[in-house]
């Protein structure tokens, strides 16, 4: 047989066997396969997709870090204004019971 003959005839008996009907088991192998991939492929897109989630999370829990960190650093600062009222108030109230004190000690005591 001539090479182009020989060709000729495998590529009509692969031809025929496309036509041929196919078994359930092979139904079953190929249905099985796609349903595999697409599995994967969607497990894949999930997780794609949740590490852009998580991405996402963690800068907005930074911005929101960083927001806290600010407001605690106002805080003190409010504190401290806050702490100078009360040591000059105290300073204030230190000075008038000293005058008191001194007015009381240089009184003479009530006569009876």
């Known amino acids: ?23 359930l088991k092979e139904a079953l192998i190929v249905t099985l396969s796609i349903g595999s991939a697409f599995v994967v492929a969607n497990k894949w897109a999930t997780s794609v997709q949740l590490s852009a989630q998580a991405e996402v999370m963690a800068s907005v829990v930074k911005a929101e870090m960083a927001g806290v960190k600010a407001d605690i650093a106002g ?27 001194e007015v009381l000690q240089t009184a003479s005591p009530p006569k009876c």
């Open 75 to 101: 805080m003190k600062t409010d504190m401290k204004a806050d702490m100078a009222v009360i040591k000059t108030d105290m300073a204030a109230m230190k000075a008038t019971v000293l005058q008191v004190l």
């Open 1 to 23: 047989m001539k090479p182009s003959m020989r060709l000729f005839s495998k590529f009509s008996e692969a031809n025929s066997s496309w036509a041929q009907l196919i078994t």
